[in-house]
């Protein structure tokens, strides 16, 4: 598998989603030196494929909580680190 990642750096990354960073090109400028050879919609589907994505309280796109980390290679390789002992927390109605 090409990469390991933490949550923590999965949030980093998980930042540059906003449209005005990704119009701007720093999420483009982003990825390429802290992911080279990937790029921006690569890395979101294989977050989304491995399952863990959510939105946080403010409609974010953030890496689940549970997530200790993540090995995610190309194509749709992947590898998740679960933290059960983390409580699910209640979804907003």
């Given at each position: 598998?090409?990469?390991?990642r933490?949550r ?8 540059h ?12 400028r982003y ?6 050879g ?11 494929i ?25 194509g749709s390789t ?12 209640p979804?907003?109605?």
């Amino acid at each position: 598998m090409a990469e390991h990642r933490t949550r923590d750096e999965l949030n980093e990354l998980l930042r540059h989603a906003h449209f005005i960073a990704v119009g701007k090109g720093h999420t483009a400028r982003y990825v390429e030196k802290n992911y080279p050879g990937w790029h921006w919609n690569e890395l979101i589907a294989i977050l989304r494929i491995g399952g863990v994505l959510h939105k946080d309280e403010n409609e974010r796109l953030r890496c689940d909580p549970k997530v200790i980390s993540i090995r995610f290679g190309r194509g749709s390789t992947f590898h998740v680190e679960w933290d059960w002992m983390i409580p699910d927390r209640p979804r907003p109605s």
